[in-house]
């Protein structure tokens, strides 16, 4: 099995967590998440708070529900990588 770990969790590492899930063979290749909160925020959605077209939770979703099946997650701060 090899492992592919994605650090942060956001836009860009949700969607290529997302993308690589179908790509590559859940056989082969294990897929992990690494953010440290379980917080994914919609930010353009930031600029629409002011004048009441949303509120800030409706830009707000936990992480695991952004994440395909077969994405691990893990809720740590990461502090370095070593490669
Ligand atoms: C007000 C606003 C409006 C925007 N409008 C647009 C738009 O119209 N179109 C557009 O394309 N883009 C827009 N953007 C930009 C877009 O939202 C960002 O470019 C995008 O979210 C960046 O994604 P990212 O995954 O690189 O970073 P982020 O989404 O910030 O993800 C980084 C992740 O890493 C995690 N992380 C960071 N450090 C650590 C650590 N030490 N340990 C664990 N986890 C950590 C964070 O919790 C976060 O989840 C806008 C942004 C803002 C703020």
Redesign the pocket.
């Known amino acids: 099995m090899r492992r592919l770990v994605i ?7 949700t969607i290529v967590a997302n993308k690589l899930r179908r790509r590559l063979d859940a056989a082969q290749w294990q897929i992990t998440v ?4 379980d917080v994914h925020a919609y ?2 959605g ?2 629409f708070v002011p004048f009441g077209t949303y509120r800030p939770d409706d830009l707000v979703k936990p992480r695991g529900r952004q994440l395909s099946r077969g994405v691990d997650l893990v809720l ?4 370095r990588i070593d490669a």
């Open positions: 650090l942060g969790g956001g836009t860009a590492g690494v953010d440290w909160d930010q353009p930031f600029l740590e701060g990461i502090d």
